[in-house]
T-cell receptor
Framework: IAGITQAPTSQILAAGRRMTLRCTQD?????MYWYRQDLGLGLRLIHY???????GKGEVPDGYSVSRANTDDFPLTLASAVPSQTSVYFC????????????FGPGTRLTVL | GQNIDQPTEMTATEGAIVQINCTYQ??????LFWYQQHAGEAPTFLSY??LDGLEEKGRFSSFLSRSKGYSYLLLKELQMKDSASYLC??????????WGAGTKLIIKP
């Protein structure tokens, strides 16, 4: 693994189904983030984790949950997908949330029908 | 509320210079970032300003005026590969990034 990986690359999902998007990093960065990106809108923060064992809500957390059991992994779960959750999802990391740059994974393109 | 404004789209000619502006109103300020995003790819970091003035990095420069809530990204000697979206983001008082919607830059030969 080099940097940040996300899986799956893309997914088509039926409404009402449960889905977990995976994010793994090997840089030992403390902070991790989940964003969604929709056409015409800026990146919007869904959830974040400043360090392993802690999580927080971002701008658009409804319908999503996260966990941070260890430094490397930060999965995002959609408990019951809805069409408005169709988006591109990016995971990002930063060594120190206060002073460092955020680096992005390759993204997951999710379509909910 | 918090707001980042940047033009939706700009067009420039290969070899020329282009300036992409960003204005912001945020709760607190802990730095301003510029990212480049090619279509279908992830954003990649370009530059960071936390103090007023110009930061130069090769063909790209970024300027910040905190008193005016204003930044610009200057791209010189434009190349076709510079065709991308350019995202402005401000780190606020909670150390979260607030993002603009991005400026799509189209380079014509």
């Amino acid at each position: 693994i080099a940097g940040i990986t996300q899986a799956p690359t893309s997914q088509i999902l039926a409404a009402g189904r449960r889905m977990t998007l995976r994010c793994t990093q090997d840089m030992r960065h403390n902070a991790m983030y989940w964003y969604r990106q929709d056409l015409g809108l800026g990146l919007r923060l869904i959830h974040y984790s400043n360090t392993a064992g802690t999580t927080g809500k971002g701008e658009v957390p409804d319908g999503y949950s996260v966990s941070r059991a260890n430094t490397d992994d930060f999965p995002l779960t959609l408990a019951s997908a809805v069409p408005s959750q169709t988006s591109v999802y990016f995971c990002a990391t930063a060594k120190d949330r206060e002073v460092d740059t955020q680096y992005f994974g390759p993204g997951t393109r999710l379509t909910v029908l | 509320g918090q707001n980042i404004d940047q033009p939706t789209e700009m067009t420039a000619t290969e070899g020329a210079i282009v300036q992409i502006n960003c204005t912001y109103q945020t709760s607190g300020f802990n730095g301003l970032f510029w990212y480049q995003q090619h279509a279908g790819e992830a954003p990649t970091f370009l530059s960071y300003n936390v103090l007023d003035g110009l930061e130069e990095k090769g063909r790209f420069s970024s300027f910040l005026s905190r008193s005016k809530g204003y930044s610009y990204l200057l791209l010189k000697e434009l190349q076709m590969k510079d065709s991308a979206s350019y995202l402005c983001a401000v780190r606020d008082s909670n150390y979260q990034l607030i993002w603009g919607a991005g400026t799509k830059l189209i380079i014509k030969p």
